[in-house]
């Protein structure tokens, strides 16, 4: 088991139960009063700690060494999946993954940032840091399934685009620039939902659509905590302050209607029982694709637009319009 | 060239527009050191007379340039709310009261509509000088209102960006404005109401990575930094040191996302020309 800072007074609560049932298995003394008493008080312990996390700790638990990642929910999730390489132009980037596949015999396409299991991986998936072939390979998906009328699902976990000269040669900006635009006229329905890390363009950039979730431990943000703790308070320090006040969590999220919904997660977070993540998370985007496949292509695709034309916060002041001369008149 | 001589004309009697233009007498060069005064500057589009480098200068210093001698500007009533009370090293609420104080802008960008050589043209400039260009809330639903304008009036619609990125301050409202700002422009598109989308030193971030490269005519001025990561970032990333001319409009013009690298004296008549070319209807 792997135990996050805050999570360091459970450490010691477990190690004290694998202690006092191996003297149980080694001798004929009766544990079973003790294993109660330290399940009853491991029980309490993380009651106190997981109904109380704050934004860091969040932000943490989403980076959870154990946690699922696109993969997994998608084999979870589908009965069958064809995964699908390449964006035809370049390269395959194995930070985006994503396919056709059947949840409860409909079919879509499922894609979504994947980062590693192990150290070998992690280098493998670049960290789920995707280049610009990635982006592409993901639209050339959406594409596809607005050919085909399948409905288009997205994963997202990332730490952002991958900051890289060739990146950049090759138009990151573009290809996530290219992806919001033609997400937004996507007339095949979109659900997206935020699985782990949701940093910035990097993210945005499969992250457009009708139905956008988070699950309850994740983050969205323009920026990461460290990152804007390292611009703003020019210093590597502040990542916790930064975690509070950029206000990243799935509660604002939705408390500010930039999302549709939350999903729960098991307690303690998703790593706790996967396959209870992965049928919640089924659930919601079976229930989100019934609710969006009853719209016409029109009216989704207005509906998408209207409500992204909502989004933003600001105040009004009188002013009094008047033509202006320029400097040469 | 009578617009070019009545705007050299005008730049020499110019004195409200200062917003972002060099001020003083005196003009050091940021790229070859030479001095210049600013009545120099001025009547050279704000270009360095000696090595052509183009100073940054605000979203009134462009109006200037590429109206033909009046305009509207639009939306100044849309104002920043500290929404989050985001608090750095200081409030986001004193930051605002202060760069409104010292740009006498009402935010990052401006809105205008006017002719340009007698063709109406609806212009969206950021101001660098108001929190770094950045991107929030107000900034994204003015250029939403700008698209909504050039819609209703049937207008070519044209951005100049020239900022470092999203408003972090604003968090994921202002990551947001990438989607709504993208998501709008659909529409000019399928109106068929073209976008020229000009890029200015600096465009980075997610400024880059919506709007600014959308456009159906992508364009820049000369030697502008233009990207997604900021170069420091990348550096960091990948430990080692950028090559020569990296992230400037050359670069993305030889990587294939410009169409073509204006000079900001030229600017104007290039406008002129894609705005009547774009103009003519299919004959039939
Ligand atoms: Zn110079």
Redesign the pocket.
């Known amino acids: 088991m792997v135990f996050l800072d805050f999570e360091k007074p459970l450490e010691s609560l477990y190690e004290q139960l694998e202690k006092i049932k191996q003297v149980g298995a080694e001798g004929d003394l009766d544990v079973a009063p003790m294993v109660k008493e330290l399940e009853d008080k491991i029980y309490t312990k993380r009651k106190e700690i997981y109904e109380n996390l704050n934004g860091w700790q969040k932000v943490q638990l989403s980076r959870h060494p154990e946690r699922p990642y696109t993969l997994y929910y998608i084999e979870q999730m589908c009965s069958k999946f064809v995964e699908l390489h390449g964006d035809r132009y370049f390269k395959d980037d194995n930070a985006i993954v994503g396919g056709l596949g059947i949840i409860d015999g409909q079919t879509v396409i499922i894609l979504g940032q994947q980062k590693g299991v192990n150290t070998k991986m992690r280098q493998f998936r670049n960290f789920g840091m995707a280049n610009p072939e990635g982006y592409r390979k993901a639209l050339r998906l959406m594409k596809m399934a607005e050919r085909f009328n399948f409905p288009v699902v997205c994963l997202i976990d990332t730490p952002g685009a991958y900051p890289g000269i060739e990146a950049e040669e090759r138009g990151q900006a573009e290809a996530i620039a290219r992806n919001l635009f033609e997400m937004a006229k996507l007339e095949v329905p979109i659900v997206c939902c935020v699985i782990g890390e949701g940093a910035s363009g990097g993210a945005i950039g499969i992250g457009l659509g009708d139905r956008v979730f988070m699950m309850e431990n994740t983050w969205y943000s323009v920026i990461s905590p460290e990152s804007c703790s390292s611009i703003l308070w020019r210093s590597w320090d502040y990542k916790e302050k930064a975690a509070e006040a950029l206000k990243l969590t799935a509660d604002h999220m939705y408390g500010f209607g930039l999302i549709d919904g939350i999903i729960k997660e098991p307690f303690g977070g998703a790593h706790n029982d996967p396959e209870q993540m992965a049928t919640n998370l089924k659930k919601h985007i079976k229930k989100a694709i019934a609710e969006l496949q009853i719209m016409t292509p029109e009216d989704r695709v207005e509906t998408r637009i209207e409500k992204y034309s909502q989004m933003g916060q600001f105040d009004r002041v009188t002013v009094t319009e008047k033509s202006k001369k320029t400097a040469k008149s | 060239m009578g617009w070019f001589n009545r705007l050299k004309d005008g730049i020499q009697t110019a004195t409200k527009y200062k917003r972002e233009a060099p001020d003083g007498l005196w003009y050091k060069?940021r790229?070859?050191g030479?001095t210049s005064t600013s009545k120099e500057m001025r009547e050279n589009y704000f270009k360095?007379p000696?090595?052509t480098?183009h100073v940054r200068i605000g979203s009134g210093e462009y109006f200037d340039i590429i109206f033909d001698g009046e305009y509207k500007e639009l939306f100044n009533e849309l104002t920043s709310k500290d929404f989050l009370e985001f608090t750095d090293l200081k409030p986001y609420h004193e930051r605002l009261v202060s760069a409104k104080k010292k740009t006498k802008l009402t935010d990052a960008i401006s809105v205008a509509s006017g002719n340009v050589n007698q063709l109406p043209l609806v212009v969206a400039a950021m101001d660098f000088s108001f929190i770094g260009g950045s991107m929030g809330s107000v900034v994204g639903e003015k250029i939403g209102l700008a698209i909504d304008h050039s819609l209703q009036s049937k207008t070519p619609f044209l951005m100049i960006s020239k900022s470092g990125g999203a408003r972090m301050m604003e968090s994921a409202f202002s990551l947001m404005q990438m989607a709504k700002t993208s998501a709008k422009l659909t529409r000019l598109a399928k109106a068929g109401i073209p976008y020229f989308s000009m890029l200015t030193d600096p465009t980075t971030g997610g400024v880059t990575a919506s709007f600014a490269m959308l456009g159906d005519i992508n364009f820049a001025e000369p030697k502008a930094l233009i990207g997604f990561a900021g170069p420091r970032v990348i550096k960091e990333t990948i430990k080692r040191d950028l090559p020569e001319g990296f992230q400037t409009s050359e670069f993305l013009l030889e990587n294939g996302f410009l169409d073509f690298i204006v000079d900001r004296a030229d600017l104007k008549e290039k406008l002129t020309d894609l705005l009547t070319i774009f103009s003519i209807k299919n004959a039939s």
């Open positions: 060069c790229s070859c030479e360095c000696k090595c480098y």
